[in-house]
């Protein structure tokens, strides 16, 4: 019997790739959009509407899954944007919006998931996080703040599950070629204006990411990355996937703060 894989945020970039990845190698797959007039699809790759901010609207998509295939093996948390501000500028709506789905909505999934897994005794957890969740940037102290909680969910999360034979992996995203600065990425006003006190921060330090993920690779590493945590019941409890991230969280891990700091104030001429 084929597993059931629920991934969210999976219209465009990484997620919408390892949906149909996921499909076509066997797994029936239910890819969460907030478009809720989208076709539900057929075969293996199924849409379904989820929005998570929307708390019943994820009870809605769960009951739905569980109504048609009587079970979740594996939720692939992946639903996320990033915020482009400085501290100091980003506003309260801004800030609350970036935890209420990078974090809030990444909570709430697994909580409505868990009990189905929980009787089920087995199930996959994955949570599509990022090296950021490792390091701190300049202008993305939100989403990195975001991706740290994230990381810190994951691990405590997976200590909690252990009696119920429920695995709990992060994948630690790098930079990747999507529609993310396009669709993905929102950028606060003032700090993007010429008014703004970081505007000498803000010409030197967005074009590199810009250029970075606009010439990135194809994500399919994600891809393949989450299949294999589907697969390999001992697969690493986080993997750093992309150039970045295989770069800097070994970094970080063998070198002191202080040491790390300025590798990366080197790295980005800050």
Do not use: C, W
């Not at 399919?220 to 294999?228: L, R, T």
């Not at 800097?248 to 703060?257: A, C, G, Q």
Request: proline letters at 4%.
């Amino acid at each position: 019997m084929s597993k059931v894989v629920f991934i969210t945020g999976a219209t465009s970039g990484m997620g919408e790739l390892s949906a149909k990845f996921l499909s076509d190698n066997g797994y029936i797959v239910y890819a969460g959009s907030r478009d809720a007039t989208v076709a539900e699809g057929s075969s293996n790759l199924k849409h379904i509407y989820i929005d998570v901010t929307n708390t019943q609207s994820i009870k809605d998509a769960v009951a739905k899954i569980i109504k048609n295939e009587g079970k979740i093996d594996v939720l692939v948390n992946n639903a996320g944007f990033g915020l482009l501000a400085t501290l100091e500028e980003g506003s309260d709506e801004e800030i609350f919006k970036q935890f209420d789905v990078n974090v809030f909505g990444l909570i709430k999934t697994s909580r409505e998931v868990l009990p189905y897994m929980r009787e089920a005794k087995s199930g996959v957890i994955i949570n599509i996080s990022s090296f950021l969740g490792k390091m701190g940037l300049p202008l993305l102290s939100h989403y990195n703040a975001s991706k740290y909680a994230v990381e810190g969910i994951t691990d405590s999360l997976r200590f909690e599950t252990l009696p119920f034979g429920i695995r709990v992996h992060s994948i630690e995203s790098g930079l990747f070629g999507t529609n993310f600065v396009k669709k993905g990425l929102i950028a606060n006003a003032k700090t993007t204006s010429e008014t703004s006190p970081y505007k000498d921060l803000v010409a030197h330090f967005v074009p590199i990411v810009a250029k970075a993920i606009n010439e990135g690779p194809t994500p399919q590493p994600i891809a393949d990355a989450i299949k294999m945590i589907i697969e390999d019941e001992n697969a690493p409890i986080a993997v750093p996937v992309g150039v970045e991230a295989t770069t800097f969280v070994p970094m970080r891990k063998s070198l002191s703060d202080e040491e790390f700091e300025q590798k990366i104030k080197e790295t980005f001429g800050l």
